[in-house]
């Protein structure tokens, strides 16, 4: 019976005869199901292309571990913790920085920014000197060479690359007692900009610089550090690394992995993810009331046939069990369509990056096996359940006048 069943929705689907009304409104349903679900399948795979994206945009901040002092800004025993890291055989690199607020000025202009002093081997764990697009990267050969963001070069209009003209950064002194001299304030260096870097949300207003030039502001002793960035051999063991660093530099030193670095940022990225995700599902769900429309518009139209099988004999569980198949054949068409239209949408973006985020920046897409279990799970579970719902007819409907 269960058979035939599947066979008359089948035919009810499929059939070329029959009410035009009734045929309009079932493959308006599977149309309406295609397009919701092929804007759930793209949407939640640009979120998975942002993840990624971003994962590049902060790559060239932090690292896979960072290691920072407990008590005070600097790192202690210096010597005692370069010792261990180099003894590991985890670590592929590491490099000292210290980072702080300064005040740049140029010629009248001024800004707030930060001033990250790194030392030769940064690059070998953050490679930001291959997002240079105009200049070089600081030759360490002087301290005050320096790659700065492309906004902050752009407001203060700091000539690149050339030893005519010098900016100036101003570091304020910690201390008490009676100021007398503008000396006793802050300390100034000049600067000379080799090259520029672009900028995005999480390197704004940043000035790269040889450690040498922040040990100089900040009057710390040389070989100092507020913090040590490590890149591992393999980025997935960070976490085993990282109990096995702590236990070999004792509690006063605190680290963390790229991720927890970046904690607040990856939770506003899947809260939004989490959000969109529901504003699709709320929309998936409002289209199958087409699906409800379409079964009901062919109860109505199908009574008389319905009326017939009941009376040769035709369970009315199996007659309902022909309704529930129609909308699961609705939805398994809508599904299966919404997602290649999906996938063809997402490959068209990749391959021609038509559509553009901003200029010159294209959105990006990821096409992932998690993403159509996801979708397709969403537009099942609401499509099954009405389905499941509108079929349950009873005989009183269809045997009286």
């Known amino acids: 019976m269960k058979n035939i069943s599947f066979y008359i929705a089948s035919r009810y689907l499929l059939s070329k005869k029959g009410s035009t009304a009734v045929t309009f409104i079932t493959w308006l349903a599977v149309g309406a199901m295609t397009v919701a679900v092929a804007a759930m399948f793209v949407i939640i795979s640009v979120f998975s292309g942002l993840e990624v994206f971003n994962q590049k945009l902060i790559s060239n901040l932090h690292a896979d571990l960072t290691v920072k002092s407990t008590s005070g800004k600097t790192i202690a025993d210096l010597k005692k913790t370069n010792s261990i890291l180099k003894n590991n055989k985890d670590i592929l690199h590491f490099s000292r920085v210290i980072e702080e607020k300064v005040y740049i000025n140029y010629n009248g202009k001024g800004d707030i920014a930060y001033l990250r002093g790194v030392d030769s081997a940064y690059i070998k764990v953050n490679p930001i000197d291959s997002t240079i697009f105009y200049g070089k990267y600081p030759s360490f050969r002087y301290s005050n060479e320096v790659i700065m963001e492309n906004s902050l070069d752009n407001r203060l209009s700091i000539p690149v690359d050339t030893i005519q003209d010098f900016a100036t950064v101003f570091m304020p002194k ?25 900028g995005n949300d999480q390197l704004n207003n ?21 913090q040590i960035v490590i890149k591992l051999k393999n980025p997935e063991n960070a976490d085993q690394v990282k109990k096995t660093l702590i236990k070999s530099l004792g509690k006063n030193v605190e680290i963390k992995t790229k991720q927890e670095e970046n904690a607040a940022f990856w939770k506003m990225i899947n809260t939004e993810k989490l959000f969109i995700y529901l504003i699709f599902a709320l929309v998936i769900f409002i289209t199958t009331f087409n699906l409800a429309g379409a079964i009901i518009i062919l109860q109505l139209d199908k009574k008389e046939q319905a009326k017939s099988l009941i009376s040769l004999g035709f369970p009315l ?4 069990t022909t309704y529930f198949y129609t909308g699961l054949l609705i939805v398994v068409l809508g599904v299966i369509a919404g997602l290649l239209l999906g996938s063809i949408l997402c490959l068209f973006q990749q391959y021609t990056e038509f559509f553009k985020a901003v200029e010159n920046v294209p959105f990006p897409v990821r ?19 009405i389905s499941w719902f509108f079929s349950k007819i009873s005989k009183d409907y269809i045997t009286k006048s």
Do not use: H
């Not at 569980?317 to 309902?320: I, T, V």
């Open 174 to 198: 910690s201390g008490t007692g009676i100021i007398q001299k503008e000396e006793d304030i802050y300390n100034k260096k000049n600067i000379m900009v080799t090259g520029v870097f672009p």
């Open 206 to 226: 940043y000035i790269i610089a040889p450690i040498e030039l922040s040990e100089e502001l900040l009057q710390l002793p040389k070989k100092s550090a507020y």
């Open 317 to 320: 569980s199996n007659l309902r």
């Open 367 to 385: 096409i992932v096996a998690e993403n159509y279990l996801i979708v397709a799970a969403t537009a099942s579970l609401f499509g099954i359940s």
